[in-house]
């Protein structure tokens, strides 16, 4: 059964771990990777990724991207938004902090912080939420 508008936005709002999928360019299949991204509801989701890295180059080549989250109890549901991007800024420590907490705690966010300091520059990317799959599938 489909999700209305809400409990689409209120699923994708708690901290899955997404599939991020981009056009892979000519020959190729999209790339998908697993990725933290943060959303509330009524907002642009985003994700974080190295400023030279090859999701930020085929992703700014195509325009748009999906992300797919899923789980598997108490039921099977998924939510798969799909959209262009809005727009892509430098990662400030704010942001990087909000994403990093959404996911961890405690000692965990200053030991993953400490380590993220050796990744480069990264940037955040925003989805304008074009497009919308979903489903409640009922018990497993």
Do not use: C
């Amino acid at each position: 059964m489909a999700l209305t508008l809400k409990e689409r936005q209120e699923f994708l709002a708690q901290p899955h771990i997404a599939a991020l999928s981009v056009a892979g360019g000519p020959g190729r299949g999209p790339l998908s990777v697993p990725i933290w991204y943060q959303y509330e509801p009524g907002g642009e989701p985003w994700v974080t990724t190295g400023a030279d890295s090859q999701k930020i180059r085929l992703i700014k080549e195509s325009g748009r991207f999906t992300l797919l989250v899923q789980r598997s109890e108490p039921t099977i549901r998924y939510v798969s938004v799909e959209g262009s991007v809005s727009r892509i800024v430098p990662l400030t420590d704010e942001l990087h902090v909000e994403m990093v907490e959404r996911y961890l705690s405690g000692d965990a966010v200053d030991r993953y912080l400490k380590q993220a300091a050796n990744f480069g520059d990264q940037v955040a990317v925003y989805l304008r939420p074009e497009h919308w799959l979903s489903a409640d599938l009922g018990s497993a």
